[in-house]
């Protein structure tokens, strides 16, 4: 677990939460706040019958089958990954990847957020492109991107794009394994919550100068904000959930 820089002792711990202060935030962002009466997030029927295990099963195991369901790339390791089914027939999925020379911790100093598309959410996936790559030390987001996270908002009738950005000052590591563990927590304390926009899944995405949550001083929320989980409403104001760590 990273050591938050500048602490004598820390009780570190992850936690999902929503908080008030963050409603009102986004609130303000999208220009469309919740009344009592939108009190669930939308979300699709649900077909009770799909909730068999014997069918869940059989689902499982006819995607087990597939070869090349899921989305892969030479020399790449992909992480995590959101889909959603466009206006054109396709679906489209947001993934992290980065350099599998690099090892897993370089996540945090080199993952960028790439783009594939399929006929079926089980694939075959083809690369489209990066949405979110790397765009220099200045941003917020600059050296990194991750865990993407797509949705439509029917008002704005544009997609939001959630992710994480980082940014450091000091080279990010290339061609072998990033193993400097002051580097990865300097990089791993700088996680920010963003928001991408754009009227198409193709892009080109635009990006906020500043994340939309920062962490705040003494609170549960007080060292990053991480992993956005977020819910969009019938009249489409925003809910989000997130990880973060106390500083103490």
Not at 66 to 77: D, L, V
Not at 110 to 120: I, N, P, R
């Amino acid at each position: 677990m990273p050591r938050l820089i500048g602490t004598k002792a820390c009780t570190l711990f992850f936690a999902l939460a929503v908080c008030v202060a963050l409603r009102r935030r986004l609130c303000s962002f999208f220009g469309w706040c919740p009344k009592t009466s939108d009190a669930a997030p939308h979300r699709s029927s649900i077909d009770l019958q799909a909730l068999d295990p014997s069918a869940l099963l059989e689902t499982f195991e006819q995607a087990q089958a597939m070869s090349g369901s899921g989305f892969r790339q030479p020399g790449y390791t992909i992480w995590g990954g959101s889909v959603i089914h466009g206006d054109d027939g396709l679906f489209h999925k947001f993934v992290s990847r980065w350099d599998e020379r690099l090892g897993h911790n370089a996540w945090v100093t080199s993952s960028e957020v790439a783009h594939a598309v399929a006929d079926s959410p089980l694939g075959p996936w083809t690369f489209r492109g990066i949405a979110l790559p790397r765009r220099g030390v200045r941003w917020w987001d600059g050296m990194a991107t991750h865990n993407p996270s797509i949705h439509w908002h029917p008002f704005r009738k544009e997609y939001l794009l959630f992710y994480i950005g980082t940014s450091f000052e000091f080279a990010p590591p290339h061609g072998t394994r990033f193993t400097n563990r002051s580097q990865y927590e300097s990089a791993w304390n700088a996680k920010r919550i963003g928001v991408a926009i754009s009227p198409s899944l193709e892009g080109p995405w635009a990006r906020l100068d500043s994340p939309i949550l920062s962490p705040r001083a003494g609170q549960w929320d007080g060292g990053i904000t991480s992993n956005p989980a977020a819910a969009l409403y019938p009249n489409g104001s925003v809910l989000l959930l997130y990880k973060s760590i106390a500083v103490g």
